[in-house]
């Protein structure tokens, strides 16, 4: 491929998209965008339920039509993209890949962004014990099976964790007429959003069982129940005597998200330990300059609005990189302190406005969030109630951290 794009991006799912939006309307004249699927839209494209584009398009929409949205409007500004495309490596600025039609490939760009999104913990990755039959399934695979191939996992459930993933889909099955015999939580608050644990579990009168886990599966061919058991709070561990079984022919698992990072870690860019995505700065820029990255491969994001806000920031700064445009310079550490688990972007340029988001490491109510540079408070306020299922946010700007050598986000 003798052509130099601009900006190529890997992933055509709802961060890739928003970025080659934002890319382009920012300048930039070639953006591809390389997608392993037959389609772009990614993971909207099997959720169809609503809540989508309250923040982006002010209207309540489902997955697929917030994506059709993002995929009008960028095949609208010309972007070009390849479906079907294993990419293979990525370097600093080129994308290696492979499909039917071009074979392996190698095409050159002068930015390039990774929007691979994120994946599921799987049963293996909790070592969830017991045998291995049929009817264990990630609730993101149960839901493609159900919404995308209309074809039904189960009759009877038992869902384990509380994500997002695993909220909805107890309503999913409920509404085609399975019965869900209760949400396992080993934590004792929910993963995911209060919106999905009121609406799709409270509202469905589905038990929620907090402090609880899955701590044998049966059967043979089949699922043929499972055994919870309540866990020590402190501990995390089985507390003898609580085992229960419940009788089911399915298990979904909800347990959690991680960035796709292989291609990241490949790459030698360098991957932060609590997100397990690239380490960025507020321009969506890796440790390498040309190679950007946003949306749910840098951090797993609570709403596919935030992920298009970043996205879109992402690609406009790729595009500018492309262009020359991009100042480079000093740049200072983000830390995470008290009552917050992680903050993104890990490091900015103070002479720059940022937006530092974070999630906190445990539910609490009537917090005070407070920045802090070199020690020194710069801005605070407090918080009706923090949850480590949902976002939060603050600005900074430039006056307020000029000469400082870190900056601090801090909840108490």
């Not at 584009?53 to 993209?81: N, Q, S």
């Not at 190698?106 to 994946?119: D, F, N, T, W």
């Not at 993101?140 to 009759?155: D, E, F, H, P, T």
């Not at 939580?185 to 038990?207: H, K, S, W």
Request: charged share 25%; hydrophobic share 40%.
């Amino acid at each position: 491929m003798k052509q130099i794009y601009d900006v190529i991006i890997v992933g055509g799912g709802p961060a890739g998209l928003a970025a080659a939006v934002g890319a382009k309307k920012e300048g930039a004249k070639d953006v591809l965008i390389v997608e392993r699927d037959v389609s772009l839209g990614g993971i909207l494209e099997q959720c169809i339920h609503p809540g989508f584009g309250l923040k982006t398009f002010g209207e309540e929409l489902t997955g697929p039509e917030y994506a059709r949205r993002y995929i009008k409007e960028a095949l609208d500004l010309g972007v070009e993209y390849k479906l079907g495309t294993m990419v293979l490596e990525v370097g600093d600025n080129s994308v290696t890949g492979v499909n039917r039609e071009d074979g392996l490939f190698v095409a050159e760009g002068k930015s390039v962004i990774l929007a691979m999104g994120c994946r599921e913990r799987t049963r293996g990755a909790i070592a969830t014990p017991g045998t291995r039959p049929a009817g264990v399934y990630t609730a993101g695979a149960a839901q493609r099976l159900i919404n995308r191939q209309n074809m039904m996992v189960g009759k009877t459930a038992v869902i384990l964790g509380s994500g997002d993933i695993g909220m909805i889909m107890a309503r999913r099955l409920t509404l085609e007429g399975a019965k869900v015999l209760a949400v396992a939580e080993i934590m004792d608050y929910t993963a995911g959003l209060t919106r999905n644990r009121v609406q799709c579990l409270e509202d469905f009168n589905i038990p929620l069982l907090l402090n609880h886990t899955v701590v044998e599966i049966k059967g043979k061919q089949r699922v043929e129940g499972v055994v919870i058991a309540e866990v020590d709070p402190a501990t995390k561990k089985p507390i003898a005597g609580t085992e229960k079984l419940y009788e089911c022919d399915t298990l979904l698992l909800s347990c959690g998200l991680i960035p796709e990072n292989e291609l990241t870690a490949a790459a030698g860019i360098r991957i932060n330990k609590i997100t397990n995505g690239p380490d960025v700065n507020q321009f969506m820029q890796t440790c390498k300059p040309s190679v950007f990255a946003c949306g749910n491969v840098v951090h797993v994001n609570d709403l596919a609005d935030n992920v298009s806000e970043e996205s879109e920031r992402g690609g406009r700064y790729a595009a500018r990189y492309a262009m020359g445009k991009l100042p480079a310079g000093k740049e200072i550490p983000t830390v995470p302190e008290g009552n917050v688990r992680y903050v993104c972007p890990q490091r900015i340029a103070p002479d720059f406005p940022a937006t530092l988001f974070f999630r906190a490491a445990k539910p609490e109510k009537g917090a005070v969030v407070r920045v802090l540079a070199d020690g020194k408070e710069i801005s605070s306020r407090k918080l009706i109630k923090i949850n480590p299922g949902e976002m939060e946010k603050v600005t900074v700007k430039p006056e307020d951290v000029s000469g400082a050598a870190s900056l601090t986000v801090r909840v108490d």
